[in-house]
C-alpha cells in the first residue's frame, strides 16, 4: 500500500470506520473501542467475548483496553485544559472534506 493509499485507508476510517474495509478483527476491535469510549457502564462479558471469538486473547484484550483508556483519559484532560493541537498535527476526522485528506 502506498502512501496515498495508506493516508486515503486511514481517512476512511477516521471519517467512517464503519464503511471501511476493516479485517473481522479490526471492525470487532473498533466496536468495542467504540462501546468502551461512549457506553462504559454497560459492558459485559460478552464483549470480551465477541473479541476472543475473532481471535483476541486476554493479555491482547488488556493491551487494547489500557490504549483505548489512555486516549479517552488524555482527550478528556486536554480537551478540559483548553489545550490545542501542536501545528505539526493534522486535522482528520468528521466534517473534513473525504475527497481532500489530511487537513494541515
Not at 457502564?41 to 481471535?55: E, I, Q, T
Request: proline fraction near 5%; aromatic fraction near 8%.
Amino acid at each position: 500500500m502506498g502512501k496515498s493509499e495508506g493516508d486515503a485507508f486511514v481517512h476512511q476510517i477516521v471519517s467512517d470506520w464503519t464503511k471501511a474495509p476493516l479485517s473481522r478483527e479490526d471492525r470487532a476491535l473498533c466496536e468495542y473501542a467504540v462501546k468502551l469510549t461512549r457506553m462504559a457502564a454497560p459492558m459485559s462479558r460478552d464483549d470480551l467475548a465477541r473479541l476472543r471469538g475473532v481471535g483476541f486473547d486476554d493479555r491482547a484484550i488488556h493491551d487494547a483496553t489500557q490504549v483505548i483508556g489512555f486516549f479517552n483519559y488524555i482527550t478528556r484532560v486536554a480537551d478540559g485544559l483548553g489545550v490545542e493541537p501542536e501545528t505539526f498535527i493534522e486535522r482528520w476526522g468528521p466534517g473534513e472534506d473525504a475527497a481532500a485528506g489530511p487537513q494541515g
